[in-house]
């Protein structure tokens, strides 16, 4: 994969976004959380630096704090 593929967009505010990307660095595959910013209204998004790369052998991890956040707030 050398091209990165865009998975979901979860709005953040009028200006920000964060983009879940599957991506490949140095023939590394993971998974990128990254905030973009738009400047003139959401017709380009750039992305930042503030993001999280998460690699294969934590998504199981991430997976399961994800199920256990979602059943422990709509409590």
Do not use: C, H
């Not at 959380?33 to 738009?38: A, S």
């Not at 209204?41 to 790369?53: E, L, V």
């Amino acid at each position: 994969m050398s091209e990165k593929k865009l998975l979901v967009t979860i709005p953040r505010t009028a200006t920000e976004e964060i983009q879940v990307q599957l991506s490949e660095y140095k023939g590394k595959k993971f998974l990128d959380l990254r905030i973009f910013y738009t400047t003139d209204g959401g017709n380009t998004w750039n992305p930042t630096k503030k993001g999280i790369a998460v690699y294969p052998e934590n998504l199981d991890d991430l997976k399961q704090a994800i199920d256990e956040a979602q059943r422990e707030l709509q409590e």
